[in-house]
């Protein structure tokens, strides 16, 4: 058995990116959930915030997703 430590390096660095890129995107979701929340008084402020978080989870489910499409094989 042949193990090629070169990929597995590669798969394990790709990973840790992708896994620390989207906490930092869900953070950011829930900051612009916060300072919608705080800043209700603000109109503007608040639509940005919401709009921010909005996208930040969007992005999030979208990584979610392409993640399940191409763990299942009846999709591909």
């Not at 896994?19 to 930092?24: G, H, R, Y």
Request: net charge neutral; with cysteine; glycine share 10%.
């Amino acid at each position: 058995m042949h193990v090629d430590w070169s990929a597995l390096g590669k798969v394990a660095a790709v990973s840790l990116g992708v896994t620390v890129a989207v906490v930092v995107v869900f953070t950011f979701g829930v900051l612009g959930l916060s300072r919608a929340e705080a800043d209700r008084a603000e109109a503007g402020a608040a639509t940005a915030g919401r709009a921010l978080a909005g996208l930040c989870f969007l992005a999030c489910a979208a990584v979610v997703a392409y993640g399940i499409y191409l763990i299942v094989p009846q999709f591909h």
